[in-house]
């Protein structure tokens, strides 16, 4: 089993809908969970970080994480255009150097359609 | 000039070319990495320094050598590459090496070897 499984998509949907891009896995040691966007011929940008279970909302995106299922969502709600990009999840462990851990899943590239 | 900066863009190269990507960071930040994205593969971490001193090196191949003058510049010497180091090469700065969850990117240099 993959340290960290990402459906890389593609995933398209129409504006103004709800979106849910997720992550599975299987360290239970991860205790950060972040989420980032890139765009295309851009390098990826953080948007959400959480620290350990529960749900962190700003604005349109809101993030959650269930460590006993090892799952963590994004939702976008009322999606825009705009949002169109690749959606890297990414989760850490430790406190520096050799202790240190942060693995990224591949990405699914989301398309809203206007 | 602010957040991260690399240059140049695009590089294509033959196998026996000898190249450098340069990496700036105008965050104030301690710690500089190298990143591998390649198509369908999660970020790959090659390189971390920490106030201009490297920390991390993982298993990268020695036709790959980092440079850090300062803490802020960051350099990626290539020679002798092969087609399958083709890939887009993210530099990223973190406030410190230990607190590498909030990761800021460049836009990265697409390198194609030939």
């Known amino acids: 089993q993959k340290e960290v499984e990402q459906d890389p998509g593609p995933l398209s949907v129409p504006e103004g809908a709800i979106v849910s891009l997720n992550c599975t896995y299987s360290n239970s040691a991860f205790q950060y969970f972040m989420w980032y966007r890139q765009y295309s011929r851009k390098g990826p940008e953080l948007l959400m970080y959480t620290y350990s279970s529960g749900n962190k909302e700003d604005g349109r995106f809101t993030a959650q994480v269930d460590k006993s299922s090892k799952y963590i969502s994004l939702f976008i709600r009322d999606s825009q255009p705009s949002d169109s990009a690749t959606y890297l999840c990414?989760?850490?462990?430790?406190?520096?150097?050799?202790?240190?851990?942060?693995?990224f899943g591949k990405g699914t590239l989301l398309t809203v359609n206007p | 000039e602010t957040g991260v900066t690399q240059t140049p863009r695009h590089l294509v190269m033959g196998m026996t070319n000898k190249k450098s990507l340069k990496c700036e960071q105008h965050l104030g930040h301690n710690a500089m990495y190298w990143y591998k994205q390649s198509a369908k593969k999660p970020l790959e971490l090659m390189f971390v320094?920490?106030?201009?001193?490297?920390?991390e090196n993982n298993s990268v191949p020695s036709r790959f050598s980092p440079e850090c003058p300062n803490s802020s510049h960051l350099f990626l010497h290539l020679h002798t590459l092969q087609p399958e180091d083709s890939a887009l090469y993210l530099c990223?700065?973190?406030?410190?090496?230990?607190?590498?969850?909030?990761?800021?990117f460049g836009s990265g240099t697409q390198l194609s070897v030939l």
């Open positions: 320094y920490s106030l201009e001193e490297r920390v």
């Open positions: 990223a700065s973190s406030q410190d090496e230990r607190v590498r969850e909030k990761l800021f």
């Open positions: 990414a989760m850490s462990y430790g406190s520096g150097g050799s202790n240190y851990k942060l693995t």
